[in-house]
């Protein structure tokens, strides 16, 4: 069946780094543009990062770009994200999302909690 499984979320002081990985199985990952979101407490989902094809020119929300930097890995079927120069608003949960390049099959990994505090 189909997965996508997130990981590497904790908690980080203001200024550090975490990078997330999401793991994906069950359909053809590089049929698939790969984004990540993410939702804070009392908040929308917000998109924060997509990457279509492996080499394709990545794409970031305003309030991450310069920080964050999505990657893939299609021999891995693995979609990244590095974090970077991280703040307090940056909490939330994240989550990756699968969207099928040429249809319209989508899938969600369950989450992965990031907290930065000092």
């Known amino acids: 069946q189909v997965q996508l499984v997130e990981s590497g979320g904790g908690l980080v002081q203001p200024g550090g780094s975490l990078r997330l990985s999401c793991a994906a199985s069950g359909f053809t990952f590089s049929a698939y543009s790969m984004k990540w979101y993410r939702q804070a407490p009392g908040k929308e989902r917000e998109w924060v990062a997509s990457?279509?094809?492996?080499?394709?020119?990545?794409y970031y929300a305003d309030s991450v770009k310069g920080r964050f930097a999505i990657s893939r890995d299609n021999a891995k079927n693995t979609v990244y994200l590095q974090m970077n120069s991280l703040k307090p608003e940056d909490t939330a949960v994240y989550y990756c999302n699968a969207v099928m390049i040429y249809g319209s099959d989508s899938y969600w990994g369950q989450g992965t909690q990031v907290a930065v505090s000092s």
């Open positions: 990457i279509i094809r492996a080499g394709d020119n990545p």
